[in-house]
């Protein structure tokens, strides 16, 4: 994505001459704030829009078109695809609920929500073992959440019942669980 004003839709660029740029992705009404390739599906992007937005959008990017899309009610700020679950993603928000959203992807059922920073969470990482997620936010502090926490199955994605997935994930009706460490910057 080249550097744009906050009206700019995205565009996605082939790399591979001599083909022409693509058209832009005219959906966001904001800032592209987040943007999340999905591990299991080579041509799913996910991409986030600011306070004005507050849209989680699923983009086929074979075609341009977007696939999915869900109003969280607030500014999205970070975005991530669990590796342990294959149909799940965690978005981080800002103003007006600073909390993360835990998602089952493609009905974009909230899971569970997880609450405890007080300002923007600005950023997300997921742990080299796909289980935990560190959020770090305006109130100038990193939780870390384990959300992903798998349930008997040696690697490869799962859904919430312990087996590998196939083709979708079962439903997700574990919740997540709430922070297990906080950390303080100051």
């Known amino acids: 994505f080249p550097p744009a004003a906050p009206t700019t839709?995205?565009?996605?660029w082939n790399a591979t001459p001599p083909r022409p740029p693509p058209p832009p992705l005219p959906r966001h009404t904001a800032a592209v704030k987040a943007l999340a390739w999905c591990p299991h599906r080579p041509h799913l992007l996910a991409s986030g829009g600011?306070?004005?937005?507050?849209?989680?959008?699923?983009?086929?990017?074979?075609n341009g078109k977007c696939v999915?899309?869900?109003d969280t009610k607030s500014q999205v700020?970070?975005?991530?695809?669990?590796?342990?679950?294959k149909d799940e993603i965690i978005s981080s928000h800002g103003?007006?609920?600073n909390q993360l959203a835990l998602w089952q992807y493609p009905k974009m059922n909230k899971i569970t929500e997880l609450n405890g920073h007080s300002a923007r969470v600005l950023h997300l990482a997921l742990s080299p073992d796909g289980e935990t997620v560190a959020s770090a936010a305006g109130d100038e502090t990193l939780r870390?959440?384990?959300?992903f926490e798998r349930t008997g199955c040696v690697g490869g994605a799962m859904d919430r019942s312990g087996a590998r997935a196939s083709k979708s994930a079962s439903p997700a009706n574990a919740k997540a669980k709430r922070s297990i460490r906080e950390v303080n910057l100051r």
Do not use: L
Request: net charge positive.
């Open 144 to 147: 870390f959440w384990k959300v």
């Open 77 to 85: 700020c970070a975005i991530k695809w669990s590796t342990t679950y």
């Open 9 to 12: 839709p995205p565009t996605i």
């Open 68 to 70: 999915k899309e869900v």
């Open 50 to 62: 600011g306070t004005a937005d507050r849209h989680i959008r699923f983009w086929n990017t074979q």
């Open 95 to 97: 103003y007006s609920q």
